[in-house]
C-alpha cells in the first residue's frame, strides 16, 4: 500500500493478467478500495464520480449548494457514492480531486486538505473567473502555493468530459490508451493518481513539475487533443 494512504484490501492484485502493474511489467502488490471525494460534481467530477466508483473505490461527492441537490445525481452512481459538503467531502477523502471553476480555487478547504493527494483538474479561464494574478506561477503553482501542506497533482483538465465517460479501455495496451496528462512535484503523489488513471482505462503521461504544468494548460499545444500515450509522448520529446 502506498504511505499514507488507507484501504480495505481487493480481491484483484497489481500484476495479474489486466492491471495497469502487468502491462508494465511492474511488481504485484494489492490494490486498496480508495476513499476519494470530489470537490465539483459537474461535468468532470460527476464523470470521475462514475468510473471511480466502477472501479470499485469509496467516493463523496460535493458541489456547492449542498448535498440535499445531488440527491438523483448520487442515486446513478451507485452504492459506494454517497453525498457530501466539500469540507467533509475533503476530510473524507485519502485522495481528493477539484474540478470547480478556478475563480473559487480559495474556497478549498485547506485543513481538511492537509496531508491529502489533491488532484487539480481546474483550468483558468479569464473570461469566465475575471482577471487572477498568477505572479509568473502557473496555474497549479497557484493553487498549490494556497495548500502548503497538500500533495497537488495536475490531471484531468486536458480531455472533454464526454471522451473521459467513453475512452478509457483496460483492455488496451498502455500505449495505445487515450492519454491523461498529469504534473507535480511530489513523485509518490504522482505514482498514485497515475494508477487510478490506468484503473479507468486511460493512460498517464507525465509532463514533469508543476511548474511545468503550463504545457497542460488551455491553449498549450496538447489542450484537449486526442492522443494515445505513444503519441503523447512522441509530442512531448
Known amino acids: 500500500m502506498t504511505p499514507g494512504l488507507r484501504g480495505r484490501p481487493r480481491t484483484t492484485r497489481y500484476g495479474e493478467p489486466g492491471t495497469g502493474a ?9 490494490a486498496v478500495i ?5 470537490l465539483g460534481a459537474g461535468n468532470i467530477g460527476g464523470s470521475l464520480a462514475q ?4 472501479a470499485g473505490h469509496e467516493i ?5 449548494r449542498g448535498p440535499d441537490t445531488l440527491t438523483d445525481q448520487v442515486a446513478t452512481l451507485g452504492p459506494t457514492v ?10 473524507f477523502g485519502d485522495v481528493v480531486v477539484e474540478a470547480i471553476p478556478f475563480g473559487r480555487i480559495e474556497a478549498l478547504p485547506a485543513p481538511q486538505l492537509a496531508g491529502k493527494i489533491l488532484v487539480s483538474a481546474s483550468n483558468y479561464y479569464p473570461q469566465r473567473d ?4 498568477l505572479a509568473g506561477a502557473s496555474q497549479t503553482e497557484f493553487v498549490a502555493r494556497g495548500l502548503p501542506e497538500t500533495r497537488v497533482v495536475k490531471a484531468f483538465n486536458t480531455i472533454w468530459y464526454r471522451h473521459l ?3 478509457g479501455d483496460t483492455s488496451k495496451p498502455e500505449a495505445a490508451r487515450r492519454a491523461i496528462f498529469l504534473a ?19 493512460g498517464p503521461v507525465d509532463t514533469g513539475s508543476l511548474h511545468h504544468s503550463r504545457v497542460q494548460e488551455p491553449g498549450a499545444d496538447i489542450y484537449n487533443q486526442e492522443m494515445t500515450v505513444a503519441e503523447a509522448r512522441a509530442a512531448l520529446g
Open 130 to 133: 475575471g482577471e487572477i494574478d
Open 34 to 38: 480508495m476513499k476519494i471525494g470530489i
Open 165 to 167: 465517460r467513453s475512452q
Open 60 to 64: 463523496a461527492l460535493s458541489n456547492s
Open 51 to 54: 468510473l471511480f466508483a466502477q
Open 22 to 30: 502487468a502491462m508494465r511489467g511492474g511488481p504485484a502488490w494489492e
Open 82 to 91: 454517497h453525498a457530501s459538503t466539500a469540507v467533509d467531502a475533503a476530510a
Open 184 to 202: 507535480g512535484d511530489d513523485e509518490a503523489a504522482k505514482r498514485v493518481v497515475a494508477d487510478l488513471i490506468r484503473e479507468i482505462g486511460f
